[in-house]
């Protein structure tokens, strides 16, 4: 087994989660296993904690120990105890900015609230994506940068993936300096405190936990995952990741469709020989 290797750090849709958003049999065997053996999971997501949870449990977190990091690093939760160990809130004063930002690009904006989420448009095709992927139900809202009062860790956009292009460039220039934006998926825009991202909070989380980068292994596919993949000792990109990731990975791994995360841990965690699919190759 590789001793160096204590965190494991995982992306979920189209990484942890296969096409169904289930974890495989091998997969979850692997991340058990490595569990028992003293590595510590973190869930490494942009969803809201509440849609995280049922795969943490799935994992047996709160009895082995592990983390949920969601909101793409804007909240870090102890499953052992439930507690936070550490969360960023988005700067209220520049929520209604943004959503008018959002509405004026023909994108919707989403947040959450203590249900679910809430959108002026909770009946679009990729706000019901997102409470898909959650299992949480979606409220209308008038006017959502006025309704929300209250500290949200992140707000969503969501747009057609052609018309997405246009809205990162507007919003990356209209926020330049005061926010962090970037794409978790073709349809879908991250927009977060500014400095908020998984590579920062999994610093923050190693440095709680006496580690350095070294300790750290990282697994996922889009483009939110970059930063945690050039941060960690051994990154990981799945077969099915955009061509960034993969460029920045020390091994790409099968798909996740094929166990590509438990070939993984058993490649790199338990060092036991593997073979991908035929389809996939590694990169070096």
Same mark, same amino acid.
């Given at each position: %087994? #590789?001793?160096?290797?204590?965190?494991?750090?995982?992306?979920?849709?189209?990484?942890?989660?296969?096409?169904?958003?289930?974890?495989?049999?091998?997969?979850?065997?692997?991340?058990?296993?490595?569990?028992? *053996? /003293?590595?510590?999971?973190?869930?490494?997501?942009?969803?809201?904690?509440?849609?995280?949870?049922?795969?943490?449990?799935?994992?047996? $977190?709160?009895?082995?120990?592990?983390?949920?990091?969601?909101?793409?690093?804007?909240?870090?939760?102890?499953? @052992?105890?439930?507690?936070?160990? *550490?969360?960023?809130?988005?700067?209220? =004063?520049?929520?209604?900015? &943004?959503?008018?930002?959002?509405?004026?690009?023909?994108?919707? *904006? $989403?947040?959450? #609230?203590?249900?679910?989420?809430?959108?002026?448009?909770?009946?679009?095709?990729?706000?019901?994506?997102?409470?898909?992927?959650?299992?949480?139900?979606?409220?209308?809202? =008038?006017?959502?940068?006025?309704?929300?009062?209250?500290?949200?860790?992140?707000?969503?956009?969501?747009?057609?993936?052609?018309?997405?292009?246009? &809205?990162?460039?507007?919003?990356?220039?209209?926020?330049?300096?005061?926010?962090?934006?970037?794409?978790? %998926?073709?349809?879908?825009?991250?927009?977060?405190?500014?400095?908020?991202?998984?590579?920062?909070?999994?610093?923050?989380?190693?440095?709680?936990?006496?580690?350095?980068?070294?300790? $750290?292994?990282?697994?996922?596919?889009?483009? #939110?995952?970059?930063? %945690?993949?050039?941060? *960690?000792?051994?990154?990981?990109?799945?077969?099915?990741?955009?061509?960034?990731?993969?460029?920045?990975?020390?091994?790409?791994?099968?798909?996740?469709?094929?166990? /590509?995360?438990?070939? @993984?841990? =058993?490649?790199?965690?338990?060092?036991?020989? &593997?073979?991908?699919?035929?389809?996939?190759?590694?990169?070096?």
């Amino acid at each position: %087994m #590789n001793d160096t290797i204590k965190v494991l750090a995982l992306d979920l849709d189209g990484t942890l989660t296969n096409t169904k958003k289930e974890i495989s049999p091998r997969t979850l065997e692997a991340l058990q296993r490595a569990a028992a *053996a /003293g590595v510590r999971i973190v869930l490494a997501s942009g969803r809201p904690t509440v849609g995280i949870w049922p795969l943490a449990r799935q994992l047996e $977190l709160e009895k082995l120990g592990g983390y949920i990091l969601s909101y793409n690093g804007g909240c870090i939760l102890d499953c @052992a105890t439930g507690k936070v160990v *550490a969360q960023e809130a988005f700067p209220l =004063e520049l929520v209604k900015p &943004v959503c008018d930002e959002a509405r004026a690009a023909g994108a919707v *904006a $989403l947040s959450y #609230n203590d249900e679910g989420v809430v959108s002026e448009h909770p009946d679009d095709e990729y706000v019901q994506i997102e409470c898909t992927i959650n299992r949480i139900s979606a409220c209308r809202v =008038e006017d959502l940068g006025s309704y929300i009062d209250y500290d949200v860790n992140k707000l969503l956009v969501t747009a057609e993936p052609d018309r997405m292009v246009h &809205v990162e460039e507007r919003m990356q220039q209209k926020f330049a300096g005061k926010l962090s934006i970037y794409k978790s %998926m073709p349809f879908f825009l991250e927009i977060m405190p500014l400095g908020v991202e998984k590579a920062q909070s999994l610093r923050a989380l190693l440095t709680i936990l006496g580690l350095t980068e070294e300790n $750290l292994m990282a697994c996922g596919d889009g483009w #939110n995952d970059i930063s %945690m993949i050039r941060l *960690a000792g051994v990154g990981i990109a799945m077969g099915n990741a955009v061509p960034q990731v993969k460029q920045e990975a020390t091994w790409v791994t099968a798909d996740n469709d094929h166990d /590509g995360v438990g070939l @993984a841990v =058993e490649k790199f965690i338990f060092e036991e020989e &593997v073979e991908l699919p035929p389809e996939e190759e590694p990169l070096f």
